[in-house]
Nanobody, 124 residues
Framework: QLQLRESGGGLVQTGESLRLSCAVSGRTVTILAMGWFRQAPGKEREFVAGISPRESTSYMDSVLDRFTILRDVSKNALYLRMNSLKPEDTAVYYC??????????????????WGQGTQVTVSS
């Protein structure tokens, strides 16, 4: 059974950095298409960043050049490094995995496993 567990969220000030972690168990990250999504209160869940099994990546426009998605095969984990955080980045961040797709997956409906989420709050 594939399981995902996020950690690393917290309260930071504008301009600061955070690194979110997603521990993966049950499958190796090298065969998964994985992604980070976020959901702010009253808003739809949105794609933030994704990585394919071959490490192709994709980002939403508003986080390009600030966020980096990467994985650590030795730890079987996925990370989201977030720099220059802004108040509009405040949301619950979710890690997701697809056991079917071999490309970067942008749509939430195409992921079949999700973590429980971790809160990121950026104060102004």
């Amino acid at each position: 059974q594939l399981q995902l567990r996020e950690s690393g969220g917290g309260l930071v000030q504008t301009g600061e950095s955070l690194r979110l972690s997603c521990a993966v168990s049950g499958r190796t990250v090298t065969i998964l298409a994985m992604g980070w999504f976020r959901q702010a209160p009253g808003k739809e869940r949105e794609f933030v960043a994704g990585i394919s099994p071959r490490e192709s990546t994709s980002y939403m426009d508003s986080v390009l050049d600030r966020f980096t998605i990467l994985r650590d095969v030795s730890k079987n984990a996925l990370y989201l490094r977030m720099n220059s955080l802004k108040p509009e980045d405040t949301a619950v961040y979710y890690c997701a995995a697809s056991t079917i797709w071999t490309t970067v997956v942008l749509s939430a409906t195409q992921y079949d496993y999700w973590g429980q989420g971790t809160q990121v709050t950026v104060s102004s």
